[in-house]
């Protein structure tokens, strides 16, 4: 039986599996003729619903690759002639992976699952600093081995981007790293041991745990309420669990949008000097909300590691991060990125150094934090006010489900109607929240947006019992 290795694909799961059987096709794995498996069965081996399979072998038979026949079962089709110039193969994959791409039905699906920045807007960056970058005699002085922090003019471009996003560092301060999330990790591995615990907020973005796990740390997770972690939650974590390192993100929390006033930020730091803890802050998204209290880096730079990067504000393909480390760690964390990634790419360090010096950069995150402000408009205007969880100028939105819906369900549900959403346990270290997460800025045209958010407030109107199976 025909099995499709989804691993390395992104997007919605039906669309993955549609791909693969259009490469399965075009390798000659498949053969015209061939029986594909049964929709049940397919599910089964792949882990996914019956719904998920039918919609997959639906897009397969719209692109032209299968045929069903009632009472027979889906058939690869045979060979047709050649693809037009206008639709090859490459624009036609290039077509199927826009998250808001329309097929000749009408239907489309709306992926809202992946918090990234305006498509069209990153486009434009990434355009406006390949226009701009220098010419062959700087890229050959960057061609050989750099220091393992960034050489002089790459830090000082990341001091830079710190002071705009509300972070004034020296740049000898500053560690250039390939992301944030490596940032994260290599903050992790220089603080901690295998067999460690890390305390991290009750809903916390995925990568965090991802990175606990593979040092062989325990996340442990602390209440929350609506300005962010608890600080007697915390103490008591702290105690229970004896960890000396706690992971949050006080601007624009990911996914609740909860952000710390400034009480609420000194009171975490005394509990962590209470209970001589080092805290790990994530702003990849400060720069969303310039009127933000202070960081926490700003109240307490001996005990706090700040971790900042352009994915968000720019381009989630240009892999840029700046970890700003207490004194007293810089050493260890420099050693960490020297055994793991022997230093950061010069290139992508230097590519970041024109967009920001340029000021393509700060142009792409003011028109970035814009856009987003009109999504959120948007999704107010359409959802629950008493169900949603937003900030004017965040990329995504909070949405509480209704006693009757369990996020399985829903998220389940919503994707059979076009529009995928990221359920709320794949952030949760302890209970199911009951909630989904809605990435606004992800669709590249707001119609497609608007189309999702009033699938998802029609759904949300509709009791679960009274909503069909998916088939």
Not at 157 to 183: K, M, S
Request: glycine content about 8%.
């Amino acid at each position: 039986m025909w099995q499709p290795d989804l691993n390395g694909r992104t997007g919605p799961r039906y669309r993955a599996i549609a791909d693969a059987l259009a490469d399965a096709v075009a390798g000659g794995e498949l053969q015209p003729g061939t029986r594909l498996p049964t929709h049940r069965h397919l599910a089964e081996a792949l882990g996914v619903t019956v719904g998920t399979v039918t919609r997959a072998y639906t897009e397969a038979e719209r692109r032209g690759l299968v045929e069903a026949t009632v009472g027979r079962g889906t058939f690869v089709c045979a060979a047709t002639e050649p693809p037009s110039p206008k639709e090859t193969a490459f624009t036609a994959r290039l077509r199927a992976s826009r998250s808001d791409a329309p097929d000749p039905g009408g239907a489309a699906t709306v992926d809202l699952s992946t918090n990234l920045p305006v498509p069209g807007l990153v486009a434009d960056a990434l355009a406006q600093t390949a226009a701009a970058l220098p010419g062959p005699e700087r890229w050959a002085e960057l061609g050989g081995y750099q220091p393992a922090a960034g050489r002089a003019e790459h830090r000082e471009a990341g001091a830079a981007w710190l002071a705009a996003t509300g972070l004034p560092v020296d740049a000898e301060r500053v560690v250039a790293v390939p992301g944030t999330q490596p940032g994260l990790t290599l903050a992790l591995n220089a603080l901690c041991t295998p067999g460690d615990a890390v305390l991290v907020e009750a809903l916390t973005y995925p990568g965090v745990r991802a990175a606990a796990h593979a040092l062989g740390l325990r996340p442990v997770p602390v209440a929350m309420d609506g300005d962010g972690l608890c600080p007697d939650a915390l103490a008591e974590a702290a105690r229970r669990s004896g960890a000396r390192v706690v992971f949050t993100m006080p601007t624009l929390h990911n996914p609740t949008n909860a952000t710390m006033g400034e009480r609420r930020r000194r009171d975490i730091l005394a509990v962590a000097r209470d209970h001589d803890l080092t805290v790990i802050e994530d702003a990849i998204y400060a720069f969303l909300d310039p009127e933000a209290p202070a960081h926490l880096a700003a109240m307490d730079r001996e005990r706090v590691v700040h971790l900042t990067g352009l994915s968000k504000a720019v381009s989630p393909g240009v892999r840029v991060g700046y970890v700003v480390p207490p004194d007293a760690l810089h050493a260890r964390l420099i050693a960490a990125l020297r055994a793991s990634l022997l230093m950061t790419s010069t290139l992508t360090l230097e590519w970041a150094r024109v967009a920001l010096d340029t000021d393509i950069a700060g142009n792409a995150a003011r028109a970035q934090r814009d856009a987003a402000a009109r999504r959120q408009d948007l999704a107010r205007a359409r959802l629950p006010a008493d169900a949603l969880s937003t900030h004017p100028h965040s990329f995504h939105a909070w949405l509480k489900l209704p006693a009757a819906w369990s996020t399985a369900a829903f998220a389940q549900q919503a994707e059979a109607r076009g529009v995928v959403v990221s359920p709320g346990d794949a952030f949760a270290v302890g209970d199911d929240p009951r909630a989904v997460r809605l990435c606004l800025c992800a669709p590249e045209h707001e119609d497609a947006l608007v189309r999702a958010l009033d699938t998802l407030a029609e759904l949300l109107a509709t009791p679960p019992a009274s909503v069909g199976p998916v088939v």
